[in-house]
């Protein structure tokens, strides 16, 4: 049963009660009652109803889970140092998603009057949890698809509001001051004025607007697993800068004086490969603080998870190992197969066609990536035009003259199909040929000329340090594609001009996450043996000098 000092060191580590004095900490911690999960996957509340508690995860874990059309989903699992139930207990609305503990798991929970008399107490901890409901509205609103299973988004926010008041100065005086030409206009009775000064008033409002939706496109992003800024300009940019936990170095803030009166500034996260800054970031210690905290649980988590294991190794070593209950395993069910459609002679050629002209293809764990195919027309346009108007000479002399074609010109004309459908078939080769894929290994990206020489680069996953795609231009954004940059070391890979980049980088991103997890797990493993043998050794060492001098000291042993 953890006491009020073991629940305050918890609360120092909550990026929710960063701020506060270790009275108000103490206070806090006083009015947490607890509660033991006795029964694994045990019903904490249900989506749909409503209940008086605000909760943190002491030890253990809950998952989340959303009902939809009777159908159940898992959202996501929470650990120690994570809380939930705060929409229900802030603005006593119904749960969206339902809760249920493992068992073992120990939560302390606030009531209502009391969680709402601190939140009155302590202006800090109020302001920290206004931060966590805006961020926590505000990502089930955008309900990014990128975000893994298991990935909680803490921090959510765009830009400073201030930033767009600053932006809105220009089209709000560009308004007021086409109204007043407007009210000219009338006066004077100057239908020309009164057309020209609408037709700028209809700009300076849609430059209000883009003002407006270039500000909320920016996002800055803090989950468990990673920090993220998004980036975008409308009809021009899109940008998605990541850093895993795992190769963040530091973090810190700054901020000028308007920075700290109107409390934004820029959040700076360093990594191995450089920095990520966070600009007119509001409340940049919160987010400094929050990104501090899941760096530390993530290094607890690991910590943890190796003594757990290095103790098995050594039960095991020594043969101790826990017997099990001797049961056989339940047979695995033998796989369903799929029903066969027959095949038809449509479906195959549709088959074909997608097979010669895809962007994305998986198969065997490799997933191979080609150009948009607005790049296959932007390299194939002008044969497609030669070629069409080399076979249109023939019916239109024919229409015109009314004979055919004569043989001289007719065999100069195929010749030129000829040539042309070959240059065509060039293009085609040269958009297919280039080639960008992901293995469960590494990444590697082909540049190959049609007939020519062939460039190929690889690099092995976890040698990955960050990656970022960006939408550039109108077409980009309209036909979604452009450029994933991924830095290895000193060395920059580029997938230019793939299409759907946000996708490409996740699965690249999903690779590496797979990748670096094996090979810790299996450095770790190799580190564990050698000790767990070495301890093994020693403890056998120390019973069999116990035994010796056991018989040494007994005078029957002669």
């Not at 360093?270 to 929050?290: D, L, S």
């Not at 990536?369 to 000479?393: F, N, P």
């Not at 019973?543 to 029957?556: C, L, S, Y």
Request: one cysteine or more; a positive charge; proline letters at 4%.
């Amino acid at each position: 049963m953890p006491d009020v000092p073991v629940r305050v060191a918890l609360l120092k580590r909550m990026h929710l009660f960063r701020g506060l004095s270790d009275v108000q900490l103490s206070s806090v911690a006083e009015a947490m009652q607890e509660e033991i999960i006795q029964e694994d996957k045990a019903s904490v509340f249900v989506q749909g109803t409503t209940t008086d508690f605000f909760y943190i995860i002491f030890n253990g874990s809950v998952d989340i889970l959303l009902t939809v059309k009777s159908k159940e989903k898992k959202l996501a699992s929470l650990f120690r140092g994570d809380y939930f139930g705060e929409q229900s207990l802030l603005k006593n609305r119904s749960h969206n998603a339902s809760v249920r503990a493992n068992k073992g798991t120990i939560l302390l929970k606030l009531y209502r009057s009391k969680f709402l008399e601190l939140l009155k107490s302590i202006p800090d901890l109020q302001q920290n949890f206004a931060t966590m409901m805006q961020s926590r509205s505000l990502a089930r609103k955008l309900r990014f698809p990128w975000i893994s299973e298991n990935e909680v988004i803490y921090f959510l926010s765009r830009r400073h509001i201030f930033m767009l008041y600053q932006a809105m100065v220009g089209p709000v005086m560009a308004v007021l001051i086409l109204l007043g030409m407007v009210g000219l206009s009338a006066v004077f009775q100057s239908v020309a004025l009164a057309l020209i000064t609408g037709f700028l008033l209809v700009l300076a409002i849609l430059w209000g607007l883009w003002q407006y939706i270039d500000w909320s496109n920016d996002y800055y992003i803090v989950t468990n697993q990673r920090v993220v800024n998004i980036q975008k300009v409308v009809a021009m940019y899109d940008s998605r800068e990541e850093a895993p936990m795992n190769t963040i170095v530091s973090v810190n803030s700054e901020s000028d004086m308007f920075g700290r009166i109107f409390r934004y500034g820029t959040v700076i996260v360093r990594t191995i490969t450089g920095e990520m800054r966070m600009q007119f970031a509001p409340r940049p210690k919160h987010a400094v603080a929050m990104i501090e905290e899941y760096l530390l649980r993530a290094k607890d988590v690991r910590r943890q998870n190796d003594e757990e294991i290095m103790r098995d190794a050594i039960r095991k070593k020594l043969g101790i190992v826990p017997p099990t209950t001797g049961q056989p395993a339940p047979a695995a069910p033998a796989p369903v197969r799929p029903k066969q459609k027959q095949a038809t002679l449509g479906g195959a050629i549709a088959e074909y066609i997608r097979e010669i002209f895809y962007t994305r293809k998986e198969s065997g764990g490799t997933v191979t990536y080609h150009k948009h195919w607005i790049l296959l027309i932007h390299d194939v346009i002008l044969q497609t035009c030669v070629l069409l108007g080399l076979i249109a000479v023939y019916p239109l002399w024919f229409y015109f003259f009314e004979t055919l074609v004569p043989l001289a010109l007719g065999s100069i004309i195929a010749f030129l199909i000829v040539v042309t459908v070959v240059w065509w078939i060039y293009g085609f080769l040269d958009w297919r040929n280039d080639q960008y894929q992901v293995t469960p290994e590494q990444i590697v990206d082909i540049y190959r000329v049609p007939f020519g020489d062939e460039d190929r680069k690889s690099a092995p996953l976890e040698n990955i340090l960050s990656t970022n795609y960006e939408r550039t231009g109108f077409f980009g954004l309209l036909f979604n594609y452009g450029v994933v940059k991924i830095q290895v070391g000193s060395t920059d890979f580029s997938f230019d001009n793939v299409a759907d980049p946000p996708s490409v980088q996740k699965d690249i991103v999903q690779r590496v996450n797979v990748r670096q997890q094996k090979k810790r797990e299996a450095d770790t493993a190799a580190e564990r043996e050698r000790m767990a043998e070495w301890l093994a050794m020693y403890h056998r060492t120390l019973g069999e000098i116990d035994k010796q001098a056991g018989q040494t000291r007994n005078p029957d042993s002669g």
